[in-house]
């Protein structure tokens, strides 16, 4: 949902410039699109529907077994897209982290702030798979890279490789986090990211948390039967708008989460302490989690032997450096612009 909700700002000006956008995604993003965008016309388009492990050490060979299925996945989306375009008399495409949406006559973009992914596995599999991702992203017309080009930035080595693409361009930072006066009234566990872990990791905040003494706002994006016998001081929800997102996040003195980018790059919008938990086995959040704590911007702490009162307790000492990128959220609206020139 994280590449769902990055595409809402750029949705949004699209939108606000007069354009006609139509949205393609399963039916959990039609929903969130639905409810964010009133009149929006959606196609449904399946996922990756890629599963994870329940360990670290499974998560990367648990990809690999799926690998020749995300190909032909990724090979049907091309047919789709052509059949789609002529069908929808579509002048340009915008797509995030979906590999096969591109074709060779009409103006194409992906988003991604993964320009060199890296496996965990040590530099001789990082070359392999950056040859890999370098030859898919150069299909696209353009490669939007979601983060500043210069430093401070979000993504480090991520997205700032030593040999950029010849299609690449910055675009700056993406949030559906609208401008919100900040307050601290509570704690807010804000857990997305893909299952199993995402539920392993709710079980064990909540049962850490459930006899805290501070205000607690638990938010789980999830389908799972509700929590019962709610302790007077959580106030508890699972899926929510932006709109009833935002006030929750401007509102909290520190935000528990995993540091996924989109969640991040929410963060920064409105320059928020986190405690972050990177996925377990999930190179890119253990890299960026690792990387924003030794910058001094959110506080990491492992799932393996979490204790969420101690990090707590310890994050009191913590510098929480604000990166002052703010002006960095609108920077997509001029690639936009000049993206749409040449349609």
Aim: glycine share 6%; hydrophobic share 35%; with cysteine.
């Amino acid at each position: 949902m994280g590449h769902t909700t990055r595409t809402v700002p750029v949705i949004r000006y699209l939108r606000d410039s007069g354009h006609e956008v139509i949205f393609a995604g399963n039916d959990r993003q039609h929903q969130y699109i639905s409810k964010t965008f009133l009149n929006i016309q959606t196609i449904h388009l399946d996922g990756y529907n890629v599963w994870y492990s329940k360990n670290a050490i499974g998560f990367l060979p648990a990809l690999f077994i799926q690998l020749p299925r995300l190909l032909k996945t990724i090979s049907k989306e091309k047919k789709w897209l052509k059949r789609i375009v002529k069908e929808y008399k579509i002048d340009g495409v915008i797509t995030d982290n979906r590999y096969g949406l591109h074709l060779n006559d009409i103006p194409n973009v992906i988003m991604t702030h993964q320009v060199a992914p890296q496996t965990g596995w040590g530099w001789l599999p990082d070359k392999t798979l950056r040859y890999l991702h370098d030859k898919s992203l150069l299909r696209f017309k353009e490669c939007w890279i979601v983060d500043v080009a210069d430093e401070p930035n979000l993504s480090g080595s991520l997205s700032h490789p030593k040999k950029q693409l010849s299609n690449a361009k910055y675009i700056g930072l993406l949030s559906q986090i609208g401008n919100q006066p900040t307050s601290e009234k509570h704690l807010l566990v804000l857990l997305s990211g893909p299952e199993p872990q995402r539920t392993i990791l709710s079980d064990m905040l909540w049962e850490q948390l459930k006899n805290h003494e501070q205000k607690i706002v638990f938010v789980e994006g999830s389908d799972r039967v509700t929590r019962q016998s709610l302790p007077s001081h959580i106030e508890y929800h699972q899926r929510l708008t932006a709109n009833e997102l935002t006030p929750l996040i401007a509102s909290a003195s520190v935000v528990i989460c995993r540091s996924g980018y989109s969640t991040l790059m929410d963060l920064v919008k409105l320059n928020k302490k986190a405690i972050v938990i990177p996925t377990p086995g999930q190179a890119e959040q253990e890299y960026l989690g690792e990387y924003l704590h030794k910058q001094g911007v959110f506080y990491c702490a492992s799932q393996k032997s979490l204790d969420i009162i101690q990090a707590l307790q310890r994050s009191k000492g913590f510098p929480f450096s604000k990166l002052n990128l703010s002006s960095e959220f609108e920077q997509h609206q001029t690639a936009i612009d000049d993206w749409l020139q040449k349609l």
